[in-house]
């Protein structure tokens, strides 16, 4: 297998782990089609992103701005979440934003990277195809449809989706601008640092731990089936996780490796 794809699915593996860290892995009996569903979510999704960081050498700032595109879009069209508690122009400002700083930017591309590339170092040399992008893009497009299609997703109103649509323009438009110029050459060393090992590696351990014991008190959080506890858990861990990130990448003033 090509480094490359073993970097995606080390970094598949490890949000597949970030979402049955709350649901259980007693949820695979109680809905076993979702596994499938979020492995083809996360695999197109980091397929295409991997893609991104060989190709234009990307930071973990870019990450940062990618998720406000993919994750605005997610926390719309695939949990729902920016719908149910609506505030100011009838969007739940709070969990939006939450969640695509602290999980889709934060834990699910900056450290999932980390991880995936201390586990299987990137391929520098590989690039996806054309036809692997439009494969790509086609599956992970046809998941947010089957999300839409379950009926258990709030459906978005034009209001909605014209300020969904504006934060992902203004991702772009900030993406893009912040791209290096040309196509570097080199091909960055993966400096790996014993304080980000430390917290990606407890929170694989703390992942694992609520997985696989913390399956009771089931609940209904907005539009997905969890574990009180265990989400509770996470959630703490996942803040900490986020403001130990940003102390470190303050103090060094040098990127997270990605």
């Not at 794809?5 to 949820?27: H, I, Q």
């Not at 999980?103 to 299987?120: C, D, E, H, K, P």
């Not at 300020?163 to 960055?188: D, E, Q, R």
């Not at 969890?226 to 509770?232: D, E, G, L, R, W």
Request: some cysteine; aromatic content about 16%; charged content about 10%.
């Amino acid at each position: 297998m090509n480094r490359s794809w073993k970097t995606v699915s080390a970094a598949t593996a490890f949000n597949m782990l970030f979402e049955y860290s709350m649901r259980g892995v007693n949820n695979l009996a109680v809905q076993p089609l979702l596994p499938f569903v979020l492995f083809a979510v996360y695999f197109s999704l980091y397929t295409m992103l991997e893609d991104l960081i060989a190709k234009y050498r990307l930071k973990d700032y870019h990450l940062l701005m990618a998720a406000f595109f993919f994750g605005t879009a997610y926390q719309f069209l695939v949990s729902g979440s920016a719908l149910l508690q609506p505030s100011f122009l009838d969007v739940d400002w709070t969990s939006l934003l939450f969640v695509v700083v602290v999980w889709w930017g934060n834990l699910q591309s900056i450290v999932t990277f980390y991880f995936a590339n201390r586990i299987a170092p990137r391929d520098w040399n590989h690039r996806l195809s054309k036809k692997g992008w439009a494969t790509a893009l086609a599956v992970n497009c046809l998941m947010v449809l089957l999300f839409q299609l379950s009926g258990a997703i709030p459906k978005p109103t034009i209001p909605q989706l014209t300020i969904m649509l504006s934060i992902m323009a203004l991702a772009t438009v900030l993406f893009k601008a912040a791209l290096p110029k040309g196509f570097p050459n080199s091909s960055p060393a993966f400096q790996h640092s014993r304080f980000i090992d430390f917290f990606a590696a407890s929170t694989v351990g703390i992942f694992l731990f609520c997985a696989t014991f913390l399956t009771f008190a089931p609940v209904k959080a907005k539009t997905s089936n969890v574990n009180a506890t265990a989400t509770a858990i996470v959630t703490i861990w996942t803040i900490i996780l986020a403001s130990a990130v940003l102390a470190y990448r303050t103090c060094t003033k040098r990127p997270i490796p990605v």
